[in-house]
């Protein structure tokens, strides 16, 4: 063991960006997940989770239940740990707002392992072990928003032959606006979140998606935030989605009339995110969305942030 002490944060993100779904992942500053793992000397296997910060109290800190506690499980096993490792999770990104809080908090718990014992993890590794923690709260593996929170800025998931992660700069210039309404969550929530969405698609809708979609990539290669945001709109999961958000189209009007040029819902919802070019429309995109939200009986809290560069080890010890 080289270290006994590990820090890592990692960022929040936003999935899908309208037709990407489970392809998409973009990250954002707007907050920021730690995650401690101390190794104790003696032996015992014990994995012990303390969950601190905002969120905590809708976190458990069991480790079966816990995104960091399932990672750290697995990747004790696989690598022959054994010893009694403290998890401190400090929770800052609110959970099951569509913000890729149980991501985060997997991928520092991933990072901050690696590190611990000196593994060398490539990275498509740390996701997959990332992703597990993704099953607790989507009951599936989805690799966005891992993928987004890990290596930072806009990332494609590619599924096919096997899993491969592509990563994109975001041009300078991209700046988003996050409202998150005051909505008790059910548990599970993605779960549900991802039953709602049809078993299948017409094809005009398919290729609306596709020729979308691909305007996004262009858009980020091309650094035009102008083209991302053109590529936005979604005809696949938004109006299946869109029904479980009370106020979502007053929201979405109001911010594209406040200078928004494009708006959908952040993950699985049911926070919405604004895409800007710079700064100068923010304060006056947030106040429209609260007033959207409004219309649908909800208080929410708004953000404006960047795109963050990734999960990062903050200390070692
Ligand atoms: N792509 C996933 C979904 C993200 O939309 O269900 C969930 O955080």
Redesign the pocket.
Known sequence: MEHRQVTATAPSST??LGPG??VFGLSLEAFEDKVTINARSEQSEQIVIKVLGEGSSSISAKVEYNCAGVVVRQMSKDFGVKNHLDITLEKNIPAGM?L?SSAASAVAAAMAFNRLFDLGIEANRLLEYAAEGEVIS?GTK?F??VSASLLGGFVLVRTYPRIEFIKVDAPRDLFTVVAVPSLKVPEKK?EL??RVLPKQVPLKNVVHNVSNASTIVAGFLLKDVEMISKGIDDLV?EPYRKKLIPGYDAVKRNALHSGALAVTIS??GPSIISFLKNRKNAKQVATSMSEGFKEGKLECRTFECRISKGARIVSTT
């Open positions: 999935a899908n779904f489970d569509g890729g989507a989805h966005d928003n993605t979140a991802r999961v993950g699985a």
